[in-house]
């Protein structure tokens, strides 16, 4: 109780914030609506299972579970419930992620046969985490390709997925995948996953496919020299040129269409248009997915068309299969659909 007081006091704001000492005390609360949970990745299950029991709606931190079985459970029970339940994919959100979404929707930069995408930090694992915090701790569900390969999924599921009408959407039918375990804990530190996308061809003249490539590293970074100087974190390329976006995955900040200069059929061949989207640094940039929340709650929806739970599970499942491939399992208490209420 007295952390959670002196939480409330550190904001320095004026709030009608209730401390709780348990999160059972904050489940029984009747003036609670929604519950957004953001505890370690091994814990969510258990904590959704909660909030959803108790009758919550709920937004819960990325990766909304540790499996696609637990992530289909949370799900049918809030559907069993009539609760609202999203994952907190923020970066699905932001403004910028509207805006290149509608770029590829009208076609800007033709069909959408490849999209790379890294998510690396380019930490000392040993000095910035240790052994015993939760991003490198088998026994909290840690690895990069939870924690942060998860982003290089959603832009590769924005772009080749998300973009379709929903009954066109089909999941990889390919998935190759290699981990680097860390040599102290055997937590993934580095991921690589390539999949293949079925895709339609213009004119429906035959079945194309597209490929794409997650990588996620903790040990290099995407950005080491900073200001982008490597390059976009973000390419999504197609038949008439690509979308390319600056800024770390989760929270870029800059995209850029490049259109083919050989096209000359097509309106501003060879242009290059740049779109700042700056974030305040005094913000993190999640107000966007709370308003999402909130407008679904407002309209009585249970699920967000933004983050469909078909599409979370089905991004769950690509992380499933890599570890499977790449040899990372977490204690069964952990990967467990079974639901401890105490
Ligand atoms: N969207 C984004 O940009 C970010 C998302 N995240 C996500 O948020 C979640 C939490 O990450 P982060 O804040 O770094 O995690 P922390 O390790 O800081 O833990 C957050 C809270 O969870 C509780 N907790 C921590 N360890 C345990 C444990 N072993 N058992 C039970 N409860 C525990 C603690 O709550 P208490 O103090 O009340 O005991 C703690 O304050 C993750 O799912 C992560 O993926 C994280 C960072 C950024
Ligand atoms: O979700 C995340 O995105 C931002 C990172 O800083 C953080 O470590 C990670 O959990």
């Known amino acids: 109780m007295d952390k959670a007081h002196s939480f ?15 999160y059972g005390g904050l489940v029984s609360d009747q003036n609670v609506d929604v519950v957004y949970i953001a505890t370690p990745h091994s ?4 904590h959704v299972m909660l909030a959803l029991v108790s ?3 709920v937004l819960c931190e990325k990766p909304l579970t540790v499996n696609t079985n637990q992530a289909k459970v949370l799900c049918d029970e809030a559907r069993k419930r009539n609760r609202f339940l999203m994952e907190a994919m923020w970066t699905r959100f932001l403004p910028i ?43 909290l569900a840690g690895g990069a390709l939870l924690d942060l390969g998860i982003y290089s999924l959603t832009w590769i599921f924005l772009s080749l997925y998300h973009v379709l009408p929903m ?34 061809a213009p004119n ?24 982008n100087s490597a390059g976009p974190s973000i390419r999504i390329q197609g038949t008439r040129g690509e979308v390319q976006l600056d800024g770390p995955s989760f929270r870029p900040e800059r995209h850029r269409i490049i259109l083919r200069h050989d096209n000359t059929q097509v309106e501003g061949s060879g242009s290059v248009r ?14 966007w997915e709370a308003d999402e929340v909130g407008r ?40 467990s659909t079974i639901y401890s209420s105490s």
């Open 43 to 46: 814990h969510h299950y258990q």
């Open 8 to 22: 409330i006091a550190g904001l320095e704001l004026p709030t009608t914030c209730v401390p709780y000492d348990s």
């Open 167 to 200: 009954p066109q959407r089909k999941p990889p039918t390919a998935i190759a995948a290699q981990m680097t375990l860390n040599y102290l804990t055997g937590a993934d530190e580095a991921s690589s996953i390539l999949l293949t996308f079925p895709t339609t």
């Open 274 to 287: 740049e779109v700042n989207h700056p974030i305040s640094p005094d913000i993190k940039g999640m107000y």
């Open 97 to 139: 992620t509207k805006d290149v979404m509608n770029e590829i929707c009208r076609g800007t930069v033709g069909e959408v046969l490849r999209v790379l995408v890294d998510t690396g930090f380019g930490d000392e694992v040993e000095k910035t985490w240790g052994t015993e915090h939760r991003m490198p701790n088998k026994a």
């Open 296 to 335: 679904c709650l407002r309209d009585g929806k249970i699920e967000s068309e933004l983050l469909p739970w078909d599409e979370m599970t089905a991004v769950m499942n690509v992380m499933d299969e890599a570890r499977r491939q790449g040899g990372l399992s977490y204690p069964d208490e952990i990967e």
């Open 204 to 227: 429906n003249i035959a079945d194309w496919k597209s490929q794409a490539v997650a990588l996620t590293n903790l040990r290099v970074s995407t950005d080491p020299g900073g200001q």
């Open 55 to 57: 009758g919550k709606h």
